[in-house]
């Protein structure tokens, strides 16, 4: 669809923040136009990129990647289908580093930063409550969010969550690099890495020691979340051990939550028949009289 609209609005001002113009678009069915969300924080301008959807249905969905992922990756790609389809309002978006956002390069990125552009794009790019779909990473992070902005959880969706993987991560990786990369990394110097699954991707000691900074206590009713959630979570994930779900179902506040495990699911959980219970288990959530709390 040509949305001619989208081509010729003027720049728009919220508390600091401005809404750009798109850097381009698409003449597409499916394929909404690239927009801009430009922010100053925490010492560093930059434009989120981020695609968004309006729709008639409520709670709007915003979705939250994980750990080096963005808004094309194949579960946010797929909301967006699912959304156009059902009716639901739906954001999409590029963290700090990654797919076309500006500012900020991926060696300097931090799970700070991603926290601030996750909280921005929550708070200047949906209206009301939302269902926040979150990817691994992505469930730590919309748990700090939990903390601040409370009023914008209208339920939650976990996936594969990672909550506080920095550290065992950073001892797993320095266990397996080789000497000259493992000083590299000790002196902050970017390391490159490559996985299969994942492809390149630099790292530096800083950014987990930044994320020492944001461990949540996973202790019983620590993670101050009062929606109904659902956690989703493959008995195949080789990246975040599922029984780890046990632990961050049991630190939730909400009595209403369930955790589903997927036996043949990975941590991505993108194939087709793990898409297909994502969707299900958002329709149910959103269904008429669904919640409990």
Not at 64 to 82: D, E, N, Q
Request: glycine residues 6%; contains cysteine.
């Amino acid at each position: 669809m040509l949305r001619l609209g989208s081509l010729i609005r003027n720049p728009q001002t919220r508390k600091g923040v401005t809404l750009l113009p798109p850097r381009c678009f698409h003449v597409s069915a499916t394929g909404p136009e690239t927009q801009f969300l430009e922010t100053s924080s925490l010492g560093k301008t930059r434009q989120i990129a981020y695609q968004k959807i309006d729709g008639i249905r409520t709670p709007g969905i915003i979705y939250i990647p994980g750990f080096m992922s963005h808004k094309a990756a194949t579960k946010a790609s797929m909301l967006h289908s699912f959304c156009q389809k059902y009716g639901f309002p739906y954001v999409r978006y590029d963290p700090s580093g990654l797919g076309e956002t500006k500012g900020v390069n991926i060696t300097e990125t931090t799970l700070t930063l991603w926290l601030e552009d996750a909280t921005q794009v929550l708070s200047h790019l949906t209206d009301g409550p939302q269902l926040i779909v979150a990817s691994s990473m992505g469930c730590w992070i919309s748990s700090l969010i939990a903390k601040t902005h409370p009023e914008k959880f209208n339920s939650l969706l976990l996936l594969a969550p990672a909550i506080n993987f920095g550290r065992k991560y950073m001892q797993v990786l320095l266990s397996q690099l080789p000497p000259e990369l493992k000083k590299k990394f000790e002196k902050d110097e970017v390391v490159k890495l490559f996985s299969p699954d994942y492809g390149e991707f630099p790292l530096r000691k800083s950014m987990f020691e930044d994320m020492k900074k944001r461990e949540l206590s996973m202790e019983a009713g620590s993670i101050p979340i009062q929606c109904p959630t659902r956690i989703i979570h493959g008995v195949k994930d080789k990246d975040v051990p599922y029984k780890e779900s046990l632990q961050v179902l049991g630190a939730l506040q909400t009595n209403d939550v369930q955790l589903l495990y997927v036996k043949h699911g990975g941590h991505q959980l993108s194939d087709s028949a793990s898409l297909e219970i994502i969707c299900d288990t958002i329709l149910k959530l959103t269904a008429p009289n669904s919640q409990t709390q």
